[in-house]
Protein backbone atom coordinates (compact mmCIF):
# COMPACT_ATOMS: atom_id res chain seq x y z
CA UNK A 1 0.00 0.00 0.00
CA UNK A 2 1.65 2.85 -1.21
CA UNK A 3 -0.86 5.49 -1.84
CA UNK A 4 -0.78 7.73 1.94
CA UNK A 5 0.26 11.32 2.36
CA UNK A 6 1.66 11.42 5.72
CA UNK A 7 0.49 14.41 6.61
CA UNK A 8 1.85 14.50 10.43
CA UNK A 9 5.41 14.00 8.79
CA UNK A 10 4.95 17.78 7.48
CA UNK A 11 6.64 19.40 6.35
CA UNK A 12 9.17 16.82 5.06
CA UNK A 13 5.99 14.49 4.00
CA UNK A 14 3.96 16.38 1.63
CA UNK A 15 1.35 15.64 -1.03
CA UNK A 16 3.99 16.08 -3.91
CA UNK A 17 6.52 13.71 -2.41
CA UNK A 18 4.79 11.68 0.93
CA UNK A 19 6.81 10.08 3.59
CA UNK A 20 7.45 6.53 1.94
CA UNK A 21 9.28 8.07 -0.87
CA UNK A 22 12.07 9.59 1.65
CA UNK A 23 15.07 7.73 3.45
CA UNK A 24 15.39 8.24 7.08
CA UNK A 25 18.21 5.65 8.77
CA UNK A 26 19.52 4.65 5.24
CA UNK A 27 20.03 4.92 2.06
CA UNK A 28 16.85 3.38 0.72
CA UNK A 29 13.33 4.96 1.10
CA UNK A 30 10.64 3.69 3.37
CA UNK A 31 8.86 2.16 -0.09
CA UNK A 32 12.06 0.86 -1.27
CA UNK A 33 12.68 -1.02 2.26
CA UNK A 34 9.55 -2.83 2.19
CA UNK A 35 9.71 -3.96 -1.14
CA UNK A 36 13.20 -5.29 -0.74
CA UNK A 37 11.32 -7.04 2.93
CA UNK A 38 8.91 -8.89 1.28
CA UNK A 39 11.45 -9.87 -2.01
CA UNK A 40 12.85 -12.72 0.94
CA UNK A 41 10.11 -14.30 1.24
CA UNK A 42 7.35 -14.04 -1.61
CA UNK A 43 8.37 -14.13 -5.22
CA UNK A 44 8.87 -10.63 -6.81
CA UNK A 45 6.15 -11.36 -9.35
CA UNK A 46 3.34 -11.69 -6.59
CA UNK A 47 4.31 -8.40 -4.69
CA UNK A 48 1.71 -5.93 -5.40
CA UNK A 49 1.95 -1.96 -5.02
CA UNK A 50 -1.04 -0.20 -4.77
CA UNK A 51 -0.55 3.23 -5.44
CA UNK A 52 -3.08 6.39 -6.46
CA UNK A 53 -2.86 8.08 -9.90
CA UNK A 54 -0.96 10.77 -8.65
CA UNK A 55 1.68 8.78 -6.81
CA UNK A 56 2.81 6.29 -9.67
CA UNK A 57 5.34 7.97 -11.37
CA UNK A 58 7.44 8.19 -7.80
CA UNK A 59 6.78 4.48 -7.77
CA UNK A 60 7.87 3.85 -11.11
CA UNK A 61 11.70 6.14 -10.22
CA UNK A 62 12.15 4.30 -6.93
CA UNK A 63 11.02 0.50 -8.20
CA UNK A 64 12.10 0.75 -11.85
CA UNK A 65 12.09 -3.65 -11.96
CA UNK A 66 8.38 -3.71 -11.24
CA UNK A 67 6.72 -5.05 -14.43
CA UNK A 68 3.33 -3.31 -15.11
CA UNK A 69 1.04 -6.68 -13.45
CA UNK A 70 2.68 -5.56 -10.75
CA UNK A 71 1.33 -2.29 -10.29
CA UNK A 72 -2.66 -1.96 -9.10
CA UNK A 73 -3.79 1.67 -9.75
CA UNK A 74 -6.47 2.92 -7.59
CA UNK A 75 -9.06 5.25 -9.61
CA UNK A 76 -8.14 7.70 -6.36
CA UNK A 77 -7.17 8.38 -2.95
CA UNK A 78 -9.88 6.99 -0.60
CA UNK A 79 -9.02 6.07 2.66
CA UNK A 80 -8.15 2.45 3.23
CA UNK A 81 -11.41 0.71 3.11
CA UNK A 82 -11.93 1.68 -0.69
CA UNK A 83 -8.30 0.88 -1.34
CA UNK A 84 -8.50 -2.45 0.11
CA UNK A 85 -11.65 -3.32 -1.53
CA UNK A 86 -10.06 -2.15 -4.82
CA UNK A 87 -7.07 -4.91 -4.04
CA UNK A 88 -8.77 -7.54 -2.65
CA UNK A 89 -10.94 -7.06 -6.14
CA UNK A 90 -8.32 -6.90 -8.26
CA UNK A 91 -5.92 -10.18 -6.76
CA UNK A 92 -8.78 -11.97 -6.72
CA UNK A 93 -9.37 -11.94 -10.44
CA UNK A 94 -6.58 -13.19 -11.05
CA UNK A 95 -6.34 -16.06 -8.04
CA UNK A 96 -9.91 -16.96 -6.64
CA UNK A 97 -8.51 -18.71 -4.08
CA UNK A 98 -5.92 -16.21 -3.40
CA UNK A 99 -4.58 -14.95 0.68
CA UNK A 100 -3.33 -11.33 0.23
CA UNK A 101 -1.26 -10.02 3.05
CA UNK A 102 -1.12 -6.03 2.97
CA UNK A 103 1.73 -3.88 3.73
CA UNK A 104 2.56 -0.40 4.33
CA UNK A 105 5.23 1.04 2.44
CA UNK A 106 5.71 3.95 5.20
CA UNK A 107 6.78 1.84 7.97
CA UNK A 108 10.48 1.46 9.18
CA UNK A 109 11.59 -1.72 10.33
CA UNK A 110 15.17 -2.82 11.83
CA UNK A 111 14.84 -6.62 12.15
CA UNK A 112 15.04 -8.46 9.09
CA UNK A 113 14.42 -12.03 10.13
CA UNK A 114 12.13 -11.10 12.84
CA UNK A 115 9.99 -9.58 9.59
CA UNK A 116 10.21 -12.41 7.81
CA UNK A 117 9.42 -15.09 10.49
CA UNK A 118 6.71 -12.88 11.31
CA UNK A 119 5.08 -12.59 7.44
CA UNK A 120 6.06 -16.50 7.07
CA UNK A 121 3.81 -17.58 10.55
CA UNK A 122 1.10 -14.54 9.50
CA UNK A 123 0.28 -16.44 6.38
CA UNK A 124 0.39 -20.03 7.84
CA UNK A 125 -2.36 -18.65 10.17
CA UNK A 126 -4.47 -17.38 7.17
CA UNK A 127 -4.42 -20.44 5.57
CA UNK A 128 -5.18 -22.24 8.53
CA UNK A 129 -8.04 -19.74 9.27
CA UNK A 130 -9.40 -18.73 6.88
CA UNK A 131 -12.47 -17.52 8.14
CA UNK A 132 -10.50 -15.35 10.31
CA UNK A 133 -8.71 -11.87 9.87
CA UNK A 134 -4.87 -11.68 11.11
CA UNK A 135 -3.24 -9.26 12.88
CA UNK A 136 0.26 -8.41 12.93
CA UNK A 137 1.12 -6.69 16.34
CA UNK A 138 3.97 -5.57 18.54
CA UNK A 139 4.57 -4.53 22.22
CA UNK A 140 3.54 -1.16 22.97
CA UNK A 141 6.67 0.92 23.72
CA UNK A 142 5.02 4.41 24.52
CA UNK A 143 1.28 5.30 25.18
CA UNK A 144 0.47 6.30 21.24
CA UNK A 145 -2.24 7.70 20.40
CA UNK A 146 -1.64 7.22 16.79
CA UNK A 147 -2.03 3.70 16.47
CA UNK A 148 -4.88 1.14 17.26
CA UNK A 149 -4.39 -1.64 20.07
CA UNK A 150 -5.39 -5.39 20.27
CA UNK A 151 -6.47 -6.77 23.47
CA UNK A 152 -5.44 -10.37 23.32
CA UNK A 153 -7.84 -13.52 24.11
CA UNK A 154 -7.43 -16.65 24.56
CA UNK A 155 -5.34 -19.09 22.15
CA UNK A 156 -6.86 -21.18 19.70
CA UNK A 157 -5.48 -23.99 17.40
CA UNK A 158 -5.96 -25.26 14.10
CA UNK A 159 -4.64 -28.10 11.58
CA UNK A 160 -1.26 -27.87 14.16
CA UNK A 161 -1.14 -24.11 13.88
CA UNK A 162 -1.83 -21.77 17.34
CA UNK A 163 -2.74 -18.14 17.21
CA UNK A 164 -4.31 -15.61 19.59
CA UNK A 165 -7.50 -14.39 19.80
CA UNK A 166 -8.36 -10.93 19.62
CA UNK A 167 -10.56 -9.96 22.63
CA UNK A 168 -11.21 -6.09 21.71
CA UNK A 169 -10.16 -3.91 19.22
CA UNK A 170 -9.32 -0.06 19.99
CA UNK A 171 -8.50 2.31 17.14
CA UNK A 172 -6.53 5.28 18.58
CA UNK A 173 -7.56 5.53 22.02
CA UNK A 174 -7.28 8.93 23.89
CA UNK A 175 -4.06 9.62 26.28
CA UNK A 176 -5.37 8.36 29.49
CA UNK A 177 -6.42 5.11 27.84
CA UNK A 178 -3.65 4.31 25.94
CA UNK A 179 -1.62 5.02 29.00
CA UNK A 180 -3.38 2.00 30.53
CA UNK A 181 -3.05 -0.39 28.02
CA UNK A 182 0.53 0.42 27.81
CA UNK A 183 0.75 -0.35 31.12
CA UNK A 184 -1.49 -3.22 31.25
CA UNK A 185 0.65 -5.86 29.68
CA UNK A 186 -2.50 -7.06 27.92
CA UNK A 187 -2.63 -5.22 24.82
CA UNK A 188 -0.53 -5.30 21.39
CA UNK A 189 0.20 -1.96 18.87
CA UNK A 190 -1.27 -3.05 15.66
CA UNK A 191 0.65 -2.48 12.91
CA UNK A 192 -1.62 -2.48 10.45
CA UNK A 193 -0.68 -5.73 8.63
CA UNK A 194 -3.41 -7.26 7.94
CA UNK A 195 -3.64 -11.52 6.03
CA UNK A 196 -6.62 -13.23 5.00
CA UNK A 197 -8.42 -14.50 1.66
CA UNK A 198 -8.93 -12.24 -0.52
CA UNK A 199 -12.34 -12.95 -1.12
CA UNK A 200 -13.01 -12.74 3.18
CA UNK A 201 -11.51 -9.32 3.23
CA UNK A 202 -14.56 -8.45 0.48
CA UNK A 203 -16.97 -10.45 2.54
CA UNK A 204 -15.98 -8.24 5.78
CA UNK A 205 -16.45 -5.18 4.07
CA UNK A 206 -19.76 -6.22 2.12
CA UNK A 207 -21.11 -6.55 5.71
CA UNK A 208 -19.71 -3.69 7.82
CA UNK A 209 -21.69 -1.13 5.42
CA UNK A 210 -24.83 -1.57 3.00
CA UNK A 211 -23.19 0.72 0.14
CA UNK A 212 -20.43 -1.89 -0.24
CA UNK A 213 -22.51 -4.59 0.05
CA UNK A 214 -24.30 -2.54 -2.97
CA UNK A 215 -21.52 -1.74 -5.26
CA UNK A 216 -18.65 -4.49 -4.40
CA UNK A 217 -20.10 -6.69 -6.78
CA UNK A 218 -20.31 -3.79 -9.43
CA UNK A 219 -16.80 -3.03 -8.29
CA UNK A 220 -15.88 -7.03 -9.46
CA UNK A 221 -17.58 -6.70 -13.08
CA UNK A 222 -15.69 -3.50 -13.77
CA UNK A 223 -12.45 -5.33 -13.19
CA UNK A 224 -13.10 -8.30 -14.15
CA UNK A 225 -13.73 -6.38 -18.46
CA UNK A 226 -11.19 -3.95 -17.41
CA UNK A 227 -13.45 -1.31 -17.90
CA UNK A 228 -11.45 1.87 -16.58
CA UNK A 229 -14.41 4.49 -16.67
CA UNK A 230 -16.61 2.10 -14.83
CA UNK A 231 -13.96 0.92 -12.27
CA UNK A 232 -13.66 5.49 -11.28
CA UNK A 233 -17.66 5.40 -11.07
CA UNK A 234 -18.17 2.14 -8.80
CA UNK A 235 -14.79 3.33 -6.50
CA UNK A 236 -16.07 6.83 -6.00
CA UNK A 237 -19.51 5.02 -4.64
CA UNK A 238 -17.62 3.04 -1.80
CA UNK A 239 -17.63 4.76 1.68
CA UNK A 240 -14.67 6.92 2.22
CA UNK A 241 -13.57 5.25 5.13
CA UNK A 242 -10.69 3.61 7.34
CA UNK A 243 -10.66 0.42 7.08
CA UNK A 244 -9.91 0.11 11.21
CA UNK A 245 -12.75 2.30 11.90
CA UNK A 246 -15.45 0.40 9.62
CA UNK A 247 -14.41 -3.37 9.66
CA UNK A 248 -11.68 -4.27 12.46
CA UNK A 249 -12.61 -2.08 15.56
CA UNK A 250 -16.60 -4.26 15.02
CA UNK A 251 -15.28 -7.53 13.67
CA UNK A 252 -15.31 -10.82 15.68
CA UNK A 253 -12.83 -12.96 14.37
CA UNK A 254 -9.89 -11.43 14.89
CA UNK A 255 -6.44 -13.34 14.78
CA UNK A 256 -3.05 -11.62 16.44
CA UNK A 257 0.54 -12.63 15.73
CA UNK A 258 2.82 -10.89 17.74
CA UNK A 259 6.42 -9.63 16.30
CA UNK A 260 8.92 -8.73 18.07
CA UNK A 261 10.32 -6.60 15.25
CA UNK A 262 11.66 -3.48 15.76
CA UNK A 263 8.83 -1.66 14.04
CA UNK A 264 7.79 2.30 13.70
CA UNK A 265 4.68 3.37 11.63
CA UNK A 266 6.89 6.46 11.24
CA UNK A 267 3.32 8.80 11.65
CA UNK A 268 4.48 11.76 13.11
CA UNK A 269 7.95 13.41 14.54
CA UNK A 270 7.47 12.20 17.42
CA UNK A 271 7.21 8.49 16.35
CA UNK A 272 11.04 9.27 14.90
CA UNK A 273 12.16 11.02 18.01
CA UNK A 274 11.31 7.75 19.63
CA UNK A 275 13.18 5.58 17.03
CA UNK A 276 16.44 7.25 16.59
CA UNK A 277 19.42 5.68 17.07
CA UNK A 278 20.66 5.83 21.06
CA UNK A 279 17.73 7.33 22.09
CA UNK A 280 17.62 7.89 26.15
CA UNK A 281 14.78 9.22 27.56
CA UNK A 282 15.63 13.54 28.49
CA UNK A 283 18.08 13.51 25.47
CA UNK A 284 18.22 15.72 22.80
CA UNK A 285 17.99 14.75 19.09
CA UNK A 286 19.37 17.00 16.26
CA UNK A 287 19.67 16.08 12.63
CA UNK A 288 21.45 18.66 10.19
CA UNK A 289 23.05 21.96 10.74
CA UNK A 290 21.60 22.82 14.61
CA UNK A 291 23.52 24.30 17.17
CA UNK A 292 21.69 24.33 20.72
CA UNK A 293 22.30 25.90 24.62
CA UNK A 294 20.40 24.22 27.47
CA UNK A 295 18.01 22.49 25.22
CA UNK A 296 16.63 19.05 26.79
CA UNK A 297 14.07 16.39 25.19
CA UNK A 298 13.13 17.72 21.81
CA UNK A 299 13.97 17.05 18.36
CA UNK A 300 15.62 19.73 16.30
CA UNK A 301 15.54 18.97 12.57
CA UNK A 302 17.08 20.82 10.04
CA UNK A 303 17.19 20.15 5.96
CA UNK A 304 18.45 23.90 4.68
CA UNK A 305 18.46 26.61 6.93
CA UNK A 306 20.76 26.57 10.21
CA UNK A 307 18.59 26.04 13.60
CA UNK A 308 19.67 28.11 17.03
CA UNK A 309 17.95 26.69 20.08
CA UNK A 310 18.39 27.82 23.33
CA UNK A 311 16.88 26.96 26.48
CA UNK A 312 13.90 24.40 25.19
CA UNK A 313 11.93 21.65 26.79
CA UNK A 314 9.79 19.28 25.17
CA UNK A 315 9.58 20.28 21.65
CA UNK A 316 10.11 19.60 17.71
CA UNK A 317 10.89 21.94 15.15
CA UNK A 318 11.32 20.68 11.70
CA UNK A 319 13.26 23.06 9.02
CA UNK A 320 12.46 22.40 4.87
CA UNK A 321 12.48 24.83 2.02
CA UNK A 322 8.66 24.28 2.54
CA UNK A 323 7.78 25.30 5.91
CA UNK A 324 8.95 25.11 9.30
CA UNK A 325 7.09 23.05 12.23
CA UNK A 326 7.30 24.22 16.02
CA UNK A 327 5.02 22.03 18.05
CA UNK A 328 4.76 20.84 21.84
CA UNK A 329 5.46 16.88 22.33
CA UNK A 330 2.22 15.69 22.81
CA UNK A 331 0.28 17.02 20.20
CA UNK A 332 1.27 15.30 16.89
CA UNK A 333 -1.98 14.13 16.26
CA UNK A 334 -3.34 17.56 15.54
CA UNK A 335 -0.95 18.81 12.34
CA UNK A 336 -3.44 17.83 10.13
CA UNK A 337 -5.64 19.98 11.77
CA UNK A 338 -3.49 22.80 11.45
CA UNK A 339 -2.54 22.29 7.48
CA UNK A 340 -5.98 22.65 7.03
CA UNK A 341 -5.92 26.23 8.45
CA UNK A 342 -2.83 26.96 6.87
CA UNK A 343 -4.19 25.86 3.13
CA UNK A 344 -7.76 27.45 3.50
Known sequence: MAGGEGTRLWPMSSGEKPKQFHSFLGELSLLQSMYALLAQSVRKERI????????????????????????VV?????????????????????????????????????????????????FRTAEAFP?????????PLYPHTGLGYME?????????????????????????????MTLSKRYLWNTGYKIAPAKHILKMLAESDALYAKHLPQLNDAIQKHNARAMASVFKKLPKCSFEYTVTEKATGLLAVESDMVWSDIGDWEAI??????????????VGRVAEHGSRNSLLVSYHRPIVAVGLANVIVVETKDGILVMAKGHSQHVKKALLKLRS
Open 48 to 71: LVQVSPRLLPLVKKQLPTLSKEQI
Open 74 to 122: EPEARDTGPAFAFAAASILVRDPNAVIGFYYSDHLIQSEKAFKQTLEQS
Open 131 to 139: DHLVLVGVQ
Open 152 to 180: LGKSVTRSGVSAQQVKSFIEKPSRARAKR
Open 273 to 286: YQTLENKREGTLQM
